[in-house]
């Protein structure tokens, strides 16, 4: 009994280098002994254009089964390094980065040499797309999270954020026929739940987890109900708006594989470049950032010299909250055009997930949105293939890996040390 | 600037916390301002700082009223504050800390044009004002180290230099010296001395006797919410003392000279290991209790001294059983390295936690049922599973009229107490049964003279009835005022042992981890941790006290 209290309580320090390292190793043989044992003869194609291109860039073509092997040993070798030599931090960071890209490679090559591919290539171009796509709406979450959490509310709302985004876009929109204004109302609808997270956060003082979840709950009913009454019987009125068409950047969108991907989108993406710069700087260089993280590091040390703790924390959930409702004005307006009910379906949360994952930073959380919106991108393309795998362990699998890395990569993350304690001078 | 309150007022609900205080601070002077933990000090200081609003009473600087309802307001009337518990950002630089607030922007210069302003931060001007600043006022600090990185008499240097940076002209400093080794304590009254001598003022808060006298040009004693009298620093000790707590106090508890007998607890080479979370970052990888040997004879007290977060409360918690730990653990000869707090407190151990809020009480239970907490499932207050209420209420009685708990009823919630009842209830549970050995981890933090008094002579009657004692204290009038033998730690391990003679200076210069430094210990072979206690015990308690 003593024994397995002591061992339970035994510091993990010496085993968290052994975690990561065993981590790595799995991954390596799954490399090796799933995707390169069953992989078939012949080559995998990587394209690296749209079809009707004006410049075309030639495909790659990639011997699936050597390759894969290579991959599998090179992600043992880093597992066994990680557990004999002690690295940087920037080494383990680019080690982690690297075994994920090996295994998903690992499974491209896989996946595209079987009979089913049919000989269809690996469209880069489309996949990096499909990421950005899909990320789109992550990364404007994950950022209301940051304002939020680097200034000390934990912000659970952000799928109801999303949601509402989503649907007064694409009510306001329909109605009166412009996208701008349905962007800006979309928006705004995020901002006033960001209003109303802070008012019982802050002013009264409401467990912000469980005050999070009940606003999610509430969305979710309004939304579903209105969608019932008034959008359902009123499809053409109140649930038709156009998209918005995508902006060419000149010059930068016409660079080959890179402009197609980054360059060519709708006014979402480029606003959402726009809040990662903009959020990342402005928390880390500038006096307004100073402020916020030292309101939620240590809300007394900013209040006695003189900075309006409270007046920050409202400011950063209303701002944080327009952000978010952007993102869901993209789920309408960005890209289907019309409003479903529950669309947001849980996006709000793997953005959530992303922040954390991100440490709270903004480029952080951008990349772990990008990580997860590759996944997405990744499951329809290997569904599109016909892969022999049932689509909901497809759907699943990335995750699973999310959460693999997660658990086994991730050292101690920190949040900020007032996250989610209201503040109340003595 | 000359500062002066005039009737303060603080209601809090039915307490009287402030009842109309005057104080007047004239430039260049340092008032001490002196009162027991609850007198009402801090609340009178956070009314000036603006942190807590009075209900009547007025702020004049320079003879013109102000009006304070904001830190900034404060800042603005050039009045600085160093908190008890610091107000910085641990994650921090210190350039970013001290800058907070009053942070200066890049400019963008473009020709001849008046810069623009960028909205970034200048980092560089920060840094350099912060060590312009240490240098004028001999307060070394380096402007690029995090806060959470520095040891807590920096940490301390950084708020006075913010506070200067502010251009403050009256410095307020709440318990300046609680978390301070003599060392440090001398250092921050020289930096005093030299802000004092630029014509600022400093109201230097503490309840400490002889800080007080040592530093302050006059002394202001407050007691439950009213100025009792203001004193000269050549008042006498025990004037002071009386004043503070309203009648005369015994400031040293009179014990007989120890008489040891068989060694009780013998403590080999015990090693905890650093935070755990602290340590999987790669951030600190040192022991919190790094070897520690001694032993403990029945019927003596050995005082651990050291400053706050050098392993004492880690040291305790290991000796309980709540921490994991390397090393040996001997009780009357048995080892129970490996045995759980409850086994340890069945053989004899009793505990008294530093925090006793957290780990001594269950605020929420009653005071008969806290009594009981660690007997709860044995005879003869229980019998099978059944809790023998009458007995636990019994108890109770006994007990709380034998340590003079004063409650309303022996079922009100033990949370409604006040603190230095608390610790008797502590103490009666803990020493109420029979025990081999005390644990008292800063058993008079923050209690009232009055219930020091009584706890002290509690546990001298205790080591006089065979007791093993140990005290750990961060404060060394409570080490000389009961340990028969001093163990001094720093960064968890022991840097000397000294019999209760030694002089203050020496004992700062072990608390600051110099072993060697210190003059020769005249019983010889007192100070040498390799070889553990033994020798070392004995010798110290030959010595006259």
Redesign the interface.
Known sequence: ???I??AV?????AN?RLIAAVTFVAFGLIDILIFGLFSHKGDATFAFSLFGAKVTVPSLHVPARPVTYALGIASVLIGVARATVTESKLLKRLSIAAVLLFFVLAMLLWSDTGSWADGIPINVITLMQGTLAASIPLILGALAGCMGERSGVINIAIEGQLLLGAFTAAVVASAVGVLWLGLLSGSLAGGLIGAMLALFAIRFLVDQIILGVVINLLISGLTGYLYDRLLVPDANTYNNASTFSTVKIPVLGDIPVIGPIFFDSTIFLYITYAAIILVQ?GLF???????V??VG??P????????NVLGIRYRNLILGGMLAGIGGAYLTIGSVGTFSKDMSSGLGYIALAAMIFGRWTPLGATLAALLFGFTTALGSFLGSITVPISPFILGMAPYVATIIAVAGLV??V?AP?ADGKPYL?? | MELELRGITKRFGSLVANDHIDLAVAPGEIRGLLGENGAGKTTLMNVLYGLVQPDEGEILVDGKQVTIHSPKDAINAKIGMVHQHFMLVPVFTVAENVALGVEQQRKLKIGSLPGIPTGLLDRGRARRQVIELSERYGLQVNPDVRIEDLPVGVQQRVEIIKALLRQASVLILDEPTAVLTPGETEDLFRVMRELREGGRSIVFISHKLKEVQTIADKITVIRRGKVVGERPPSTSDAELAALMVGRPVELKVSKEPAKPADVVLEVTDLTVAGAAGLAAAGQDSRNSVDGVSFQVRAGEILGIAGVQGNGQTELCEALMGLLPSGGQVRLDGKDISRATPHDRLRSGISYIPEDRREDGLVSDFSVADNLVLDLYDRKPFASGIAMDLPAIRANARTLTTEFDVRTSSIDATVGTLSGGNQQKVILAREVGRRVRLLLASQPTRGLDVGSIEFVHRRIIEERDQGVAVIIVSSELDEIYALADRIAVMYEGQITGFRPPSVPVTELGLLMAGVRNGAAADPAGSDGNPDDGPPGGGSAGRTEPT
Do not use: F, K, N, Q
């Not at chain 1, 309580?9 to 320090?13: C, E, K, L, T």
């Not at chain 1, 260089?285 to 402020?291: M, Y």
């Open positions: 009994m003593t024994a209290v002591a309580r035994a510091p993990i320090v968290r700087v260089s500038t006096r307004w950032g100073l402020r993280r030292a590091e240590h007394s040390a900013a209040d006695t010299v003189g900075i050292g101690r920190r040390a001078r003595e």
